[in-house]
């Protein structure tokens, strides 16, 4: 049996996705809003408290059109409330954008995957990483490709890891950066090999314009002299400061059932659609499609796994025609999504690289 198909929301995406329906040749009976008691009509079809159409209704095609982050969220709830299954009785509209389209790309690039920094539930999997770093032909491959589509312009380029400074090419890596973009480029590192790195490292971040960022992390570093060096050449430092005794942290909780609803973990995600991720020639919304080999591979024999990324968790930067595809993609959530949940606050500490961190 044919289902009632009900847009939930009567606003701009609703009306929108009415139009697409309609011409795919799907029939609307109405909208669902919760201000159904003043618009009464869109397009000329009902507007609907959803009590009213849920009440005595079980074969429903509720197709989601809101796009305030918070609303969907309690939409969801109220939808899930009501028995609903995500999936079968609800859906969210294909046109609609969970994120706003950015005008210019904005991506970070591990340098290497290890770090010589341990920091229990590491969001990037290093302490279980093995030592690799990054292949100097596919960065510059990769680099030359999106200066192409791009026209040599990103927001900001973020070179990082792991700990970038562990890679022996790091000045290699600056030009060759360099060379393909007129834009932003920020290293991010922990700082521990900051301080004592040569003049001629300090010289070619001036020469490059590299921006350096030290993430904060409850440790000590040589801040004053990392100041006097970037001073010395000229070099923008941002120094996170971090009082060594607060070492507030953050930890993921994925959902390994992969049942999270994937537009509301994107919805709430602060990476996704804000800074896209590179690697071997394709950019994810983020880094985990890419990252959780490690996981899988240091938890071998553990009932935790994540399935490997398919070719709807990123864009094959070779595979596409325009930066505009790019763009477009992450307006929307990927099916990796499927295992965030929220955030936890934890305390910063060493890993013991035990499951739990991550689990
Ligand atoms: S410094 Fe800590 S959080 Fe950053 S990559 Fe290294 S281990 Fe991970
Ligand atoms: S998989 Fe999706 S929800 Fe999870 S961190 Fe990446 S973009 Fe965010």
């Known amino acids: 049996m044919e289902k009632d198909t009900y847009i939930y929301g009567a606003g701009h995406y609703g009306v929108l996705t009415a139009l697409d329906l309609e011409q795919k040749g799907i029939q609307i009976k109405g ?5 159904a008691g003043k618009i009464k009509t869109r397009l000329g079809l009902p507007v609907f408290e959803l009590n009213e159409v849920i009440s005595d209704n079980n074969n429903l095609n509720i197709i989601i059109a809101v796009q ?13 409330l009501a028995g609903l299954k995500s999936g079968s009785d609800f859906n969210f509209s294909s046109i609609m954008p969970i994120k706003p389209k950015r005008n210019m790309l904005r991506f970070e690039v591990h340098l ?12 990037h999997f290093s302490p279980i990483a093995e030592k690799k770093f990054v292949d100097l032909d596919i960065l510059e491959r990769d680099f030359k490709r999106i200066s192409e589509l791009s026209g ?5 380029i ?14 290699e890596i600056f030009n060759i950066t360099r060379k393909y973009f007129d834009t932003t480029i920020q290293l991010a590192t922990n700082g521990i090999l900051l301080a004592n790195q040569p003049n001629e490292f300090w010289e070619s971040c001036r020469i490059n314009n590299i921006n350096i960022f030290v993430s904060a992390y409850p440790i000590k570093i040589n801040a004053m002299k990392i100041k006097a060096q970037a001073s010395k050449f000229g070099v923008t430092v941002e120094l996170m400061d971090i009082e060594p005794e607060k070492k507030k942290w953050f930890k993921t909780s994925p959902d390994f059932t992969g049942c999270s609803n994937i537009e509301v973990a994107y919805s709430n995600c602060a990476y996704g659609g804000s800074c896209m991720f590179l690697e071997d020639g394709k950019l994810a919304q983020c ?13 071998n024999d553990s009932k935790y796994k994540y399935e490997e990324p398919t070719e709807d ?5 070779f595979k596409i025609n325009s930066l505009d595809e790019i763009l477009e993609k992450f307006t929307r959530a990927i099916p990796y999504c499927r295992y965030c949940t929220d955030i936890k606050e ?8 035990e499951i739990k961190e991550w689990t």
Request: net charge positive.
């Open 112 to 123: 290497c995957d290890h770090c010589n920094l341990n920091c229990k539930s590491c969001g």
């Open 158 to 171: 973020k070179l990082m890891g792991g700990e970038p400074l562990l890679h022996p090419n790091v000045i």
């Open 287 to 299: 880094g985990l499609p890419f990252l959780t080999k490690h996981f899988n591979k240091y938890f």
């Open 346 to 353: 934890v305390q910063w500490g060493n890993s013991k690289r």
């Open 313 to 317: 968790d990123f864009v094959d930067i």
């Open 68 to 80: 305030n982050r918070n609303a969907i969220r309690d939409v969801v709830e109220n939808l899930q």
């Open 152 to 156: 040599k312009k990103c927001e900001n």
């Open 31 to 35: 909208f669902i809003d919760k201000n």
